[in-house]
């Protein structure tokens, strides 16, 4: 059994043995006994998909989206943004500060672009300084997919 601080109240019992399959089961310590929640690899799935959701990075993206797509005089149907306007829209928009600088902030996010793929949304990840708007920066795009 492995959990991360002896108090914890939740663990994985990784279970082994000749004539059994190897599998890891995700536990929570209630009422002086342990019951199991199931499959670790599921419970831990199922835990990053609700951070990701929740996430201050991922709502403001979601209604930056929303806000461009119905918005019938934007051309360009997608979020290009440099890190540090990103950064002061999730601050302004939930009040939440994430990461202690743009680059930091910009790695947090990245954690996301294959939860964002999944719900169609593309990440386009700057090489390079680019020019958008008369302004030379590291633009990050994001895009809904078709």
């Known amino acids: ?85 990103f950064r002061e829209d999730v601050i302004k928009e939930t009040g939440q500060v994430i990461g202690s600088n743009e680059k930091a902030f910009m790695n947090d996010a990245k954690e996301f672009d294959i939860y964002l793929f999944k719900d169609g949304i593309e990440h386009i990840i700057p090489e390079k300084n680019t020019t958008h708007k008369g302004v030379s920066a590291r633009w990050h795009r994001y895009k809904k997919i078709q």
Not at 27 to 49: K, V
Request: aromatic content about 6%; charged content about 40%; glycine content about 4%.
């Open 1 to 85: 059994m492995e959990r991360e601080k002896r108090t914890e109240n939740e663990a994985v019992l990784h279970i082994t043995g000749r004539d059994i399959q190897p599998q890891d089961l995700a536990l929570t310590f209630n009422n002086y006994h342990w019951e199991s929640l199931g499959d670790a690899g599921s419970i831990e799935q199922m835990r990053r998909e609700l951070a990701y959701r929740n996430h201050p990075i991922v709502v403001t993206l979601k209604k930056r989206l929303t806000e461009i797509e119905e918005d019938e005089d934007e051309p360009i149907k997608e979020y290009v943004v440099r890190a540090k306007d």
